[in-house]
């Protein structure tokens, strides 16, 4: 075979392959790729790429295929628009102009393959050469190519759609060749090219067809999904609708604006972003706005006027202020206004000030309107966006520069701040949206209206019933403020609790008023504390999250703030305790210069607390409002009240410890005795966070003496309570290990020691705050009585320190040496000081605490029986209103089935005749045209004739399996009564497991659930059904729960069963039981397992009054509710009812 013979059929079996990946892939990047790498081996080029134009004519490498790097490479990166000249780009589109470059010989090979005049093709397209362009030589040197073939990829007769990357004569990319050696470019090897890129183009043609289908299906699948929610019946759920429809069109929020109609307000939705109200004062928005307003009303206009466009429309307006008539174009929607960038929109400037706040850049306005009546508009908005460009070497637009670049090194350019554009397809797809947004938001006014007429013949049956909801009311009201007051005092344990966790008075401060802040839904708390000169200033402040008061003023902490009524009456009204409340600052009388100060930090409405450091006035806790005013409850100002006394003595706490870290350190680092001195100070100080820890004060006098003990390294310590004789004993006490062999008597706890001196005295000098330091009895004068005491529990020193509790001597802490005599230092003295008066403050924590627990179990219990109460009750009126909805679901669901059922026979009769009449055309006709074979591969029509029965079967079954669950929907509704009867409670326990049959198929847990029944004989049994129906479904929703809380060891689903039994025990009793594989009761738990508001789930996930309701709803029935559970193996719960329902 000659050579030219063997290059056609090389050239014929490439394009075969070429094509053949094009009718194998719908990938057009697979197709490029395979392409270039085809092309470069067969013309043995160092490069070949495929160039694709962009919008603003710049363009980029998307495929590439380069020989062993003998260039570099160009995939990704981008070229300016001025890198091929206007001129050029219009002779490569209307003459398909060729090009053939050779830099060694200095000439270009120009062969068009159309007349540009004509657009008819040429007869000879020959190459004919001319001298190469000087800027166009170093161009191309500076790429390292000597050689090029450029044929430009031009899509023809690509007529669908309207948009701009789809109209005919388009130039879509260049296909180059480019080799770093000189090579001569024969017209056969043109040819060849020109012949892989139409083949190209057919493929780069057939991609965008399918993109825009892909599309087109999309958008008809969104639009499917907002008409779903627009149809919901009675309610429609526009705020889904609009998140959805934001979603679809990729914005960052959005807005629903429905109008208002006689006597219904206008109601607004909004999603994501949101832009500033135009006029606070008035509640406008930008709706509302001049601009916006006629631009919506625009579109029930029907004539044109003088301009040509109707009036308030985007083109009206650019007409009439002379912006500039830009017309209409095939892709824009006159009804709606699209802007890409809404600082670059001159109509736009008197509204983009209130999008500042935000990063939005594009904006959709869609007008809503049904007829001729506009209700409302849509609107979608767009964040600004950052981007970044791979350049092939830096270049300058400036048109003064008119060298030719001479480096291809990667660049990157970033933006920031650019905006989108909207295209067609979304401008198309907000339209459809109009259309539905529009239907439904006039039927639900229209369904709104109905209700209003609803609502008025309702009135008189209110009027009836007026006074039974003021009492309803009543309760409610009760019930709240007792709910209200136990929250408070638990919270206020919990303030207390975290106070004594921090010794740190600042943390207790920002502790305090974040807690309160958050408890009473205040806007701000602050702590003010009194200077020398009675003026002042904020030490602590926590305020609401809301960024708008956070930009009130510099109010907060360290902020001053100086009263001169407080400085002229050191405290004023405070230094007597009085508190000061205030429901609205313009309606209390207060100066000018008071009013002055609120409006600048915007405050309503006040709570001024006093905080008292002892006896002394130290601050104030202040409560504000600043959104609005606020009728302060006397509850909230006592709880207010009682946390400015706890904060006053976390005070004292804070100021003594910090006494005792100054004492500290002033002592350190001195001698043997101060280093002490500090280990006692930080014992001290693990002693106080010890006592904070328990509220428990045995353990505090346990923890203390043990402690003291230690650290002084004394041989006992011991508490002495006084009793109202003023003898006492000894409650409290610990001994050292060294005592071993010292017998000390009978000193310790319950050990009575009547004093008579004690007695007689009422306490004597303990009682005036003295201490009794003695480092040897028998050098301190005691009477022969009191040694002999002491010799009896072999007392040699000791140290005694009152203990005062609320003012009043409580009782003594004893320090004792009972080896040989001790001289006490003073800082062991002041240690043991130090200790009772914690002591102290520890037995006045304990006595509030154990009268404040003893309040709110008195309060729990009352609460606890009026929740159960409550709560049976709405649990019957819950099953009453799931029958009536079953009952209404299944009848409006049976209609509609049996028709399908009714005509899926039809269906397969005219399918299998279809089929039959399609085989008989096959035997007549075996060989079809070529656009029925394709159609007929197309639609894979053996696997359709092979499938199609198959589908009308399950169409079939299907139908029948759906009215076999509505036959089961109306057994449960049936059973759902109230009154006495007799009923199959096996249908019961089946319209149970319908309905929580979406909890057993559920793909968030990790357990799969089943149903195991055997059903035993049963008769029918006399009950309320209704009731019956309630303990089903308690008892199965607990043990799907159980279940479903189950953690897999493993990643894989593991499967649990939920065993359902019923039998007859008797002619006159039967049982059912309910068990589960879970994890089982503990026996404590199975001990309280019925009682009300206890439960086994976590916080949040149960009320604790299932069970509960089930056992009293049973044994009203004269039957009974048990449970058998074995840990790890599961529970069962079983249910024995007798068949006749004896008479009340």
């Known amino acids: 075979m000659s050579q030219p013979t063997a290059t056609v059929v090389t050239q014929e079996g490439l394009l075969h392959r070429i094509a053949n990946r094009i009718r194998q892939s719908l990938e057009l990047q697979e197709i490029l790729d395979a392409m270039v790498v085809e092309v470069r081996d067969y013309l043995r080029v160092d490069r070949v790429k495929v160039y694709q134009f962009n919008p603003d004519d710049s363009g980029v490498v998307i495929a590439e295929s380069i020989e062993e790097k003998r260039l570099p490479s160009l995939q990704g990166l981008h070229f300016p628009a001025d890198d091929i000249p206007p001129y050029a780009r219009e002779l490569f589109l209307k003459a398909r102009q060729r090009s053939v470059v050779d830099v060694d010989r200095t000439m270009i090979g120009i062969s068009p393959l159309e007349n540009p005049t004509t657009s008819h093709s040429e007869d000879s397209p020959d190459i004919r050469y001319r001298p190469l362009d000087p800027c166009h030589e170093e161009y191309l040197t500076a790429m390292g190519v000597k050689s090029s073939i450029i044929v430009p990829i031009v899509l023809e007769e690509l007529s669908t759609g309207k948009e701009p990357a789809a109209s005919p004569g388009q130039l879509w990319g260049l296909l180059a060749c480019h080799h770093s050696e000189s090579r001569a470019v024969t017209e056969a090897e043109l040819q060849f090219i020109q012949a892989v890129v139409d083949q190209v183009g057919v493929a780069i043609a057939q991609s965008i067809l399918l993109n825009r289908v892909r599309a087109q299906a999309q958008q008809e699948a969104n639009i499917n999904r907002v008409t779903k929610l627009l149809q919901t019946s009675p309610a429609i759920k526009l705020q889904a609708a609009l998140e959805e429809a934001v979603e679809t069109l990729s914005g960052s929020g959005g807005r629903l604006y429905v109008m208002a109609e006689a006597d219904i307000t206008k109601e607004i939705y909004i999603y994501g972003l949101q832009p500033s109200v135009i006029d606070v004062e008035h509640n406008r928005t930008v709706e509302e706005n001049y601009l916006w307003k006629n631009f919506v009303h625009s579109v029930t206009e029907a004539n044109p006027d003088t301009t040509g466009y109707k009036p308030w429309s985007v083109q009206w307006m650019n007409a009439t202020y002379k912006l500039g008539d830009k017309g209409l174009t095939p892709e824009e929607n006159p009804d709606i206004w699209a802007i890409n960038d809404i600082y670059r929109e001159p109509l736009f400037r008197t509204l983009a000030p209130f999008f500042e706040p935000t990063s939005v850049r594009g904006l959709l306005i869609v007008p809503l309107y049904y007829g001729d009546q506009v209700v409302g508009s849509l609107s979608v908005f767009r964040d600004e966006i950052d981007t970044e460009i791979t350049w092939a070497g830096w270049h300058n637009p400036d048109s003064r520069q008119l060298m030719a670049r001479r480096s291809f090194e990667v660049w990157q350019q970033e933006k920031t701040g650019t905006s989108q554009a909207w295209t067609f397809a979304e401008i198309s797809y907000a339209k459809a949206l109009s259309e539905r947004f529009s239907t439904a938001i006039k039927q639900y006014r229209l369904y709104q209206q109905v209700q209003s007429l609803n609502a008025n013949l309702e009135q008189q049956v209110e009027e009836r019933t007026e006074q039974l909801q003021q009492k ?153 409002q600043q959104q609005h005013i606020r009728q302060w409850k006397p509850s909230e100002v006592d709880f207010v009240s009682q946390i400015s006394g706890q904060l006053g003595v976390a005070l004292q706490h804070s100021t003594l410890l910090t006494r005792m870290q100054h004492q500290a350190r002033e002592l350190k680092a001195s001698n043997t005795e101060l280093f002490r001195a500090i280990d006692q100070q930080k014992t001290l100080s693990s002693i106080v966070a010890k006592i904070r820890e328990s509220l428990d004060i045995n353990q505090i006098f346990k923890t203390t003496t043990k402690e003291l003990t230690q650290v002084l390294k004394a041989d006992r310590a011991s508490v002495y309570r006084f009793d109202k004789d003023w003898g006492g004993e000894f409650i409290a006490e610990f001994e050292s290990v060294a005592l071993e062999e010292i017998n000390v008597g009978q000193l310790g706890i319950n050990t009575v020691w009547d004093d008579t001196y004690l007695q007689e005295n009422e306490g004597g000098r303990y009682r005036d705050g003295k201490i009794s330091v003695v480092n040897n009895v028998y050098d301190c004068g005691f009477s022969q009585c009191h040694l002999d005491l002491y010799e009896q529990f072999q007392i040699k020193a000791f140290v005694l320190v009152p203990i005062f509790v609320e003012q009043k001597l409580w009782g003594l802490l004893g320090t004792y040496q009972h080896k040989q005599p001790r001289q006490w230092n003073a800082s062991e003295v002041e240690f043991v000081e130090q200790i009772a008066a914690q002591l102290g403050v520890a037995t006045q924590h304990a006595s509030l605490a154990a009268s404040d627990q003893q309040k709110n179990s008195q309060l729990s219990t009352a609460l606890v029986e009026l929740r159960a109460t409550q709560t049976q009750l709405i649990q019957t009126e819950k099953m009453s209103s799931l029958g009536q909805l079953v009952a209404g679901i299944a009848h409006e669901i049976n209609n509609p089935v049996n028709f399908i059922h009714a005509n899926v026979a039809h269906l397969k009769e005219y399918s299998t005749n279809l089929l039959k009449v399609l085989e008989a055309y096959q035997q007549s006709y075996p060989d079809p045209s070529e656009e029925i074979q394709a159609l007929l591969e197309d639609a894979d029509i053996d696997y359709l004739c092979a499938d199609l029965p198959k589908l009308c079967m399950s169409l079939s079954t299907g139908t029948q399996r759906i009215r076999s669950i509505i036959t089961s929907l109306r057994n449960f509704s049936r059973l759902d009564e109230a009154e006495v009867k007799a009923v199959d409670l096996q249908e019961g326990i089946e319209g149970t497991l319908l309905i929580l049959q979406h909890r057993l198929k559920t793909s968030r847990a990790k357990v799969s659930v089943e149903i195991a029944k055997d059903y035993g004989e049963l008769p029918l049994v006399e009950c309320h059904a209704s009731q019956i129906n309630q303990v089903f479904m308690n008892l199965i929703t607990n043990a799907i729960d159980e279940l479903q809380a189950i953690t897999p060891a493993t990643e894989e689903e593991e499967n649990k069963t939920i065993h359902i039994k019923t039998q007859q025990i008797d002619s006159e009793r039967v049982r059912i039981s309910i068990q589960d594989d879970g994890r089982g009761i503990s026996k404590n738990a199975l001990d309280k397992l019925f009682d009300p508001f206890f439960t086994t789930k976590p916080v949040g996930k149960g009320t604790g009054l299932g069970l509960s309701i089930s056992y009293q709803i049973i044994e009203k029935h004269g039957g009974k509710l048990y449970c058998e559970s074995v840990v790890g193996e599961g529970t069962t719960f079983v249910i024995e009812l007798p068949t006749k329902m004896e008479a009340a």
Not at 559 to 581: A, S
Request: with cysteine; hydrophobic share 35%; proline share 1%.
């Open 472 to 624: 309803t009311i009543q309760l409610q009201s009760s019930n709240a403020e007792l709910e209200s007051f136990i929250s408070r005092q638990q919270a206020l344990s919990g303030i207390v609790a975290k106070i004594r966790e921090s010794l740190n008075i600042e943390d207790i401060f920002q502790i305090t008023t974040a807690e309160l802040s958050q408890l009473m839904k205040a806007d701000k708390v602050s702590v003010y504390r009194f200077n020398e000169d009675w003026g002042g200033e904020f030490v602590s402040s926590f305020e609401s999250v809301s960024p708008h008061w956070k930009e009130v003023g510099q109010f907060g902490e360290n902020t001053v703030w100086n009263d001169t009524h407080l400085q002229e009456t050191k405290g004023g009204r405070y230094r007597n305790g009085e508190n000061f409340v205030v429901n609205d600052v313009t309606q209390q009388g207060f100066s000018q210069c008071h009013i002055d100060i609120y409006n600048q930090y915007e405050i309503k409405s006040f709570i001024n607390v006093p905080i008292f450091f002892g006896q002394e006035l130290w601050g104030i806790l202040a409560v504000f």
